[in-house]
């Protein structure tokens, strides 16, 4: 697997103590036009992929499995293979003083059936929804709402930085061809 870039240090990060581990899972869904399965998120008006944080008792694809229910709505999940990684030193998403090292893992993956979304509480209040979108308008929404005042809060400052560091990255790779 390779990195997708240099490791992500969250402007303005102080850490107080011990920085916890979390590891998180992504994935990459392309279709025949080349299009990337994102999440779009009304309340933020961003892009983002698909995934989220492992539980204890999960392994890391049943984790995958279980937040593409969630976000966006996949019923039957082929997960193809690991593709990359990012790392970010963040504070958590939820307004607290604690330091993360995360490590997520993005990997191709195919959805044969889609269903409903399971969206959690706070899923619904981003007004997270599944949307196919090119890379480069992907990048280019991200890139317009990176510096906004509500990705500048605490926890938010690298989730941007992250995906389109991804999304660049994707356009030196060609991911299409294993899912023919």
Same mark, same amino acid.
């Not at 036009?33 to 998120?41: A, D, P």
């Given at each position: 697997?390779?990195? +997708?870039?240099?490791?992500?240090?969250?402007?303005?990060?102080?850490?107080?103590?011990?920085?916890?581990? @979390?590891?998180? &899972? @992504?994935?990459?869904?392309?279709?025949?036009?080349? *299009?990337?399965?994102?999440?779009?998120?009304?309340? +933020?008006?961003?892009? $983002? +992929?698909?995934?989220?944080?492992?539980?204890?008792?999960?392994?890391? *694809?049943?984790?995958?499995?279980?937040?593409?229910?969630?976000?966006?709505?996949?019923?039957?999940?082929?997960?193809?293979?690991?593709?990359? $990684? $990012?790392?970010?030193?963040?504070?958590?998403?939820?307004?607290?003083?604690?330091?993360?090292?995360?490590?997520?893992?993005?990997?191709?993956?195919?959805?044969?059936?889609?269903?409903?979304?399971?969206?959690?509480?706070?899923?619904?209040?981003?007004?997270?929804?599944?949307?196919?979108?090119?890379?480069?308008?992907?990048?280019?929404?991200?890139?317009?709402?990176? #510096?906004?005042?509500?990705?500048? $809060?605490?926890?938010? #400052?690298? &989730?941007?930085? @992250?995906?389109?560091? &991804?999304?660049?990255?994707?356009? *030196?790779?060609?991911?299409?061809?294993?899912? #023919?």
């Amino acid at each position: 697997m390779i990195p +997708f870039g240099t490791m992500i240090v969250e402007e303005g990060l102080v850490s107080k103590g011990s920085i916890r581990n @979390r590891n998180t &899972v @992504r994935a990459i869904i392309i279709n025949d036009n080349k *299009e990337l399965l994102m999440v779009y998120s009304k309340l +933020f008006d961003d892009y $983002t +992929f698909p995934g989220g944080g492992i539980m204890d008792h999960e392994t890391y *694809e049943e984790a995958l499995i279980r937040e593409l229910k969630e976000e966006i709505g996949a019923d039957q999940v082929e997960i193809i293979k690991p593709c990359g $990684t $990012t790392k970010e030193m963040r504070y958590g998403i939820k307004g607290s003083d604690h330091v993360y090292m995360q490590t997520s893992i993005y990997y191709l993956c195919h959805i044969h059936l889609f269903g409903s979304q399971d969206l959690q509480k706070r899923e619904v209040v981003h007004g997270l929804e599944p949307r196919w979108i090119s890379r480069e308008e992907a990048m280019k929404q991200n890139s317009k709402v990176m #510096k906004d005042e509500r990705h500048q $809060t605490k926890g938010l #400052k690298t &989730v941007l930085i @992250r995906e389109n560091m &991804v999304l660049n990255k994707l356009k *030196e790779i060609d991911l299409c061809v294993n899912l #023919k």
